[in-house]
């Protein structure tokens, strides 16, 4: 029989993903047999599966964990926002609809089914299933419909875990407090609760503890300390993309409103020899950066507004003319060019606008999605490179007769005459180590070649290592129930 418990959270961000990673390592490392779930994610950091469909990254990374492939049905419903009140809504890995805020909420229970089905697939592959909330179940005005939270776990009938954010502050106030707004049923499947993120010494918690339990009636699994190593794990949330100091190779990489599938910038935050720059909006790119990197956006049309109205395609035409490099990915490579055609409106309403103009191509929104992993070799030296893609949008143009990468057997990618403004559509190919040494080492810096993947294993055995010394997983496990 398979079990089941679910991760939910007192608020948002309080480390539900990077919990179902570790406590899952832990359980693989028992020899069990165990995969993640996420009824609903929003993020515009996904992941790509080996069939061609999305999921959030943190579940990839939730599978890597449990030693499996990214499936779809690990994730079955994604919502990837394209506005502040409007995402675009992924069914079990396929884009299904745009919708605003307010009718979501309203069709969303239909999802329910599709939800169902793919948790019920994962339960006849695997021995257990831990399952992440998102955001918090004391949004009782969201209860209505809901498959995130309390709605899915209702409806599996899954025991719920609750964890509280001790670092920001009003932790008894988080577990009490959601007791307290929740209606008897859902109150009920909740059998014990955690602290995470505590700073110091954590028997200074005991009274607190004690507090919540008498208040609650639900047991203590723990207070787990601040894991430091979180930030060698890629991030899922683009509130986690932070400037990383490291060695003399700068990198800036301005924070684009709608920034996607970031985790292009990990692999280079994990380079002893690089510091990653994020560049908040009002702040100007940085007159010494060895590499400007535009990375991925959800609206591209929208985003280089945003880069113009602060002000950086100037600083770009600065950084460019003193022999700066610049590499654009995705929706950086496109506005690179010198035009951005949304003839249909895919992006919102129909237009055409110039790009930044420092490649001489130009991109045609199309309604099909490209959403495929790939394999490619970078042509300068022959390494190969795997990653994936996942854009809507036609490039052409000249400078794309300087195609840098072979991409499944074909030209993909485009460069200036003098090689130092580079784009392409390829997200992922700093994981691969030869490549990253070489493009790295061309910035002026000598870059050792690290195992970048071996690094992300270890972290997660770190993580696995410190649950194991805070969390009481024997009896987390135990609360399992079965499904």
Avoid at 13 to 30: P, Q, T
Avoid at 439 to 460: K, R, S
Wanted: glycine fraction near 10%; charge should be negative; aromatic fraction near 4%.
């Amino acid at each position: 029989m398979t079990k089941a418990i679910m991760v939910q959270g007192a608020g948002s961000n309080v480390g539900k993903s990077m919990l179902v990673a570790g406590i899952a390592r832990a359980c693989l490392r028992r020899g069990i047999s165990v995969a993640p779930f996420k009824p609903q994610n929003m993020s515009n950091n996904a992941a790509v599966t080996a069939d061609g469909g999305e999921i959030g990254r943190a579940q990839a990374l939730q599978a890597r964990a449990c030693g499996l492939d990214p499936i779809v049905d690990m994730n079955p419903v994604l919502l990837k926002p394209e506005t502040d009140i409007g995402a675009q809504v992924i069914v079990q890995g396929k884009r299904v609809a745009t919708m605003k805020a307010r009718d979501y909420g309203k069709q969303k229970k239909t999802l329910l089914p599709a939800v169902l089905e793919s948790f019920e697939r994962l339960c006849a592959q695997h021995d257990l299933i831990i399952i992440e909330g998102a955001g918090s179940p004391a949004e009782v005005n969201l209860r209505a419909g809901d498959i995130a939270n309390m709605g899915f776990a209702a409806a599996a009938n899954v025991p719920v875990i609750l964890v509280g954010d001790i670092d920001r502050g009003g932790v008894i106030a988080q577990i009490v407090g959601t007791k307290a707004v929740l209606p008897a049923d859902d109150r009920a499947l909740i059998k014990a609760f955690a602290i995470n993120k505590f700073r110091g010494d954590p028997r200074l918690f005991d009274e607190g503890l004690r507090i919540i339990e008498q208040a609650t009636n639900w047991p203590s699994l723990g207070v787990i300390p601040w894991f430091a190593d979180a930030w060698k794990l890629p991030a899922e949330d683009v509130m986690d993309v932070a400037s990383r100091k490291g060695g003399p190779i700068k990198i800036a990489v301005p924070r684009l409103n709608r920034i996607a599938n970031f985790d292009d910038l990990d692999p280079l935050s994990a380079t002893a020899e690089v510091s990653v720059d994020i560049i908040e909006a009002g702040r100007p790119l940085p007159a010494d950066a060895d590499l400007v990197l535009i990375p991925g956006s959800k609206s591209t049309i929208a985003d280089l507004a945003h880069f113009r109205a602060q002000g950086w395609d100037i600083d770009l035409a600065a950084h460019v003319r003193r022999g700066g490099r610049v590499l654009g990915i995705c929706g950086g490579y496109q506005m690179l060019g010198k035009q951005i055609i949304d003839h249909d409106g895919i992006e919102g309403p129909a237009c055409r606008v110039d790009g930044l103009g420092l490649l001489d191509i130009a991109t045609t929104m199309k309604p099909h999605k490209r959403v495929t992993l790939s394999s490619a070799t970078y042509l300068p030296t022959g390494d190969a490179v795997t990653g994936y893609e996942i854009h809507i949008g036609e490039t052409t143009g000249p400078a794309c007769e300087n195609a840098w990468l072979s991409l499944d057997g074909r030209a993909e990618g485009a460069a200036s005459a003098d090689g130092r403004v580079m784009g392409c559509y390829l997200h992922g190919l700093f994981t691969a180590d030869a490549f990253r040494t070489a493009f790295l080492t061309q910035l002026g810096t000598p870059v050792p070649e690290v195992n970048y993947a071996i690094g992300v294993e270890q972290t997660l055995d770190d993580l696995a290592d410190h649950l194991e010394a805070h969390l009481d997983i024997d009896a987390l496990l135990a609360l399992a129930g079965d499904v």
